[in-house]
């Protein structure tokens, strides 16, 4: 249950606690009994990989448990605990936890859940109106006099406002597309970039800004700082002269912007950072990799939304595409164009950590 809860693990049975194989004495009985906790004493039934080995004359087994195969996150046991895997423990799981799991199943949107306080006075609504006009191409005025609705009826439509105790409530989305400062209510959501005059954190810092706002206004700033401290060599020939650029743009942008659409806005403490070395650009995102995504499959193309609002706002807005192609077709294949190296994805504890090097020899 723990292992399926988390990351999938392995479980020997006929080793003891130092590692050394003893062997069963009835392995048809241990694959019963292990089949019957699988599927009648977990909630939903777990789906293990079970194998049987003989070394040395001693039969073991090894239950497998492959987040592939288990999806239907969160497990809980028929008498209704929730467990997760802590390095070599089981601990029972707290209701945050249980919030990013259900999350990283695709169970539940955080960003569509409601911002306790924030009510329609914390909507800008100069932000509001000029993405209405974008995505209705009418002014809001005139669609609620078309439609016959109030404000607060066409924010429920949209599924920008929650009714929260009989308040009307803007969503995490509503907050961060629309809101008036955003930071007030979800401090979490700000970028941090730094600019290092080396290759390491160790380096001296050229330039650093916490960048604040709505996630629109995160992501132009975000560019301006790039433009402003990534340089742009240039090689001379006679009496021309040729810029050479160290990053795709759109590449770099690519980046930007899915670290602040599907980053995971439920970790409070942890917000998105941007460090621009000598070398390359770094994007730590808080959050790990959501439902079937792994760190091979989306170098594909494969993507699951974490933030299915957010998302569909910054389509909307035209800094994302809707056909999810984002992570091969820009920031892979024009990156490798223009440096010959293709960028690195990792996940470093609770971040996602996408590395774009720069053109080699010009640095």
């Known amino acids: ?15 003891d606690d130092n590692g050394d194989i003893v062997g069963l ?29 003989t070394v040395n004359g001693l039969d073991l087994i090894v239950l497998r448990v492959k987040p592939e195969l288990n999806r239907q996150k969160p497990y809980r046991t028929a008498g209704g605990r929730f467990y997760i895997r802590v390095g070599k423990d089981k601990q029972d799981a707290t209701g945050r936890e249980l919030v990013r799991i259900a999350q990283a199943a695709g169970e539940l949107h955080y960003d569509e859940s409601p911002v306790v ?3 329609l006075e914390a909507l800008s609504l100069p932000a509001f109106a000029a993405y209405h006009e974008r995505q209705f191409g009418m002014s809001v005025d005139a669609h609620l006099e078309q439609s016959g609705l109030d404000l607060p009826g066409l924010l429920r439509n949209l599924r920008l406002v929650h009714n929260l105790d009989g308040e009307l409530t803007l969503t995490v989305a509503g907050v961060l597309v629309f809101g008036e400062t955003p930071q007030r209510w979800l401090p979490q959501s700000r970028l941090s970039a730094v600019a290092f005059a080396g290759n390491d954190e160790d380096s001296d810092i050229w330039d650093r800004r916490e960048i ?31 810029d050479l650029a160290l990053y795709d743009r759109k590449a770099l942008g690519e980046a930007v912007v899915n670290a602040v659409a599907h980053r995971d806005y439920s970790l409070s403490g942890s917000q998105i950072r941007l460090f621009l070395f000598e070398n390359r650009v770094e994007v730590r995102s808080p959050g790990r990799l959501p439902n079937s995504v792994t760190l091979d499959n989306i170098k594909l193309g494969v993507h699951a939304e974490r933030n299915r609002a ?13 056909i999810g192609t984002g ?33 080699e020899g010009l640095q």
């Open 1 to 15: 249950m723990a292992l399926a809860n988390t990351q999938g693990g392995a479980v020997y049975f006929g080793v």
């Open 25 to 53: 004495q009835d392995t048809e009985k241990t694959f019963q009994t292990l089949t019957h906790i699988c599927r009648d004493r977990c909630i939903p039934p777990v789906s293990p990989v079970l194998e049987q080995y």
């Open 117 to 119: 306080g924030a009510g």
């Open 212 to 242: 604040t706002g709505r996630l629109p206004d995160i992501i132009e700033d975000t560019r301006l700082f790039l433009e402003r401290n990534i340089r742009m060599p240039a090689r001379e020939e006679g009496f021309r002269r040729e």
């Open 310 to 322: 957010i998302a569909t706002l910054l389509t909307q807005l035209g800094y994302m595409s809707a």
């Open 327 to 359: 992570v091969p077709r820009l920031i892979i294949r024009l990156s490798r164009l223009v440096s010959g190296r293709e960028p690195e994805f990792a996940l470093v504890g609770e971040e996602l950590r996408v590395r774009i090097w720069a053109r």
